[in-house]
């Protein structure tokens, strides 16, 4: 499985699922703009069928509308520290990959894993 994660994301996540082996990279490795576009992350994820994973709901309406990103890990945590986002994946990585056999959306925080689509 391969993970674009978005670029309010800390840069420790990418570091942390490229340690799990997993082919990962973060948005602002994409361009050479300031701020990368939504439009530039989705490409990206269905050029090369990525996970995105994001806060930004933005993703969710477009995934709705569009069938964009490919696959999509919305967490849904409000503010939590790097080292708390990192045990959220350490606890769940696995499930996630699983889940995503038979989804495309997965809604993460601290107390739920939701499958959205």
Known sequence: MKFL???????????WLAAQSYDVIHATSL????RISDKDVCMESMLNKRVVISKDIDFLNTFLIRKEPWKLIYLTTGN???KALLELFQSNLSQLIDLFDKASVIEMNQQNILVRL
């Open 80 to 82: 939590i520290s790097n």
């Open 5 to 15: 994660v978005d670029e309010q994301l800390p840069i420790s996540l990418v570091k």
């Open 31 to 34: 361009g050479k703009y300031t």
